[in-house]
């Protein structure tokens, strides 16, 4: 069944709620459509999971494409493109955000535009107080970060960058333990047993992505990584599930020796979102050796190789 067939009952049930298919003169309405416009040319249809198919005369997705993925009318879905005056209700706004990623900046400008108000509006987390981030410093010499359950890396302190490397060098969206586990970085040079540690983080993550699967910013970082990463997409496709939970990481890390760590988690809130993660040694070797972590490090490519583990 072609777009236009699957989309045309969709299609009928929508215009019926236009008041006029005329263009708008409303400066808003002509911002939106292009707004719009943009946001459906920047994205490529294996980010959302559709095929590519035939000659694109333009990038990104067709406007019949975001019509089927937020379940609306093509017609409709061309006319709000195209700036005209129909009415638009919060249902559709909220699917259309959702067609095409758009991040808490992105949905709440588009709601803006349409002169509409979010039914659902995305907040940011409010939990790096001053408090929390003096926490952290008050943590040395051992690491300690704040961390999602997507597994960015919210703050953090300067311990901690001796083992990732320095993460306000790195873009925004490159914070992410999921995505430095998985991609050339520091962290996965030192992480010991980093095949094993990756099995767990990808349980977690898909089990995290239950409550937030339709959300932006976990769609988008699923692509990232499925797209650049085939371990990760293998792993992905076992769909293993494990909730968050403490344990043992071991790091080697060039400028210190092997280190052994308990890392534990306190939760900041009364779901398992946000945490507070701190690694404490996990014996005498390690004790004596922390006071030696690197505060410092670029993280612009990957870390010097670690020597080899010593045999036990």
Known sequence: MSLTTATAGAATATTATATTGRAS???????????????????TPEQVGLPMTGRRR??????????????????????????REIQVSVQVLDAVARALLFDPSERAHLFTLAG??????????????????????RMAPYPAALINSRYDVLACNAQYTGIVGDLEAMPPEDRNLMWLAFTPSRFRDVLVDHEDERE??????????????????????????????????????????????NGLKRFLLPEVGLLRFDYTSFWLGPSQGSRMVVYTPKDEETAALVDRLPTGLPSAGPATRAPALPTR
Not at 26 to 43: G, K, M, T, V
Not at 58 to 83: D, K
Not at 230 to 235: I, K, L, Q, S
Request: hydrophobic residues 40%; charged residues 25%; proline residues 7%.
């Open 116 to 137: 509409a108000e979010d039914p659902a509006p995305v907040r940011e987390c409010l939990t790096v107080t001053p408090g929390i981030r003096l926490t952290l410093d």
């Open 200 to 245: 767990v983080m990808v349980a977690r993550f898909r089990s995290g992505m239950g409550d937030h699967g339709g959300e932006p910013a976990w769609r988008t970082l699923l692509c990232r990584l499925r797209q650049v990463s085939p371990a990760f997409d293998e792993a992905w496709q076992r769909h293993d599930v494990l909730r968050p939970g």
């Open 58 to 83: 333009t990038p990104g997705l067709r406007r019949e494409e975001v019509a089927q993925l937020a379940a609306v009318g093509v017609t409709w879905y061309t006319w709000l493109e195209q700036g």
């Open 25 to 43: 003169a409303d400066p808003r309405r002509q911002q939106l459509a292009a707004f719009l416009r943009s946001r459906r040319e920047r994205i």
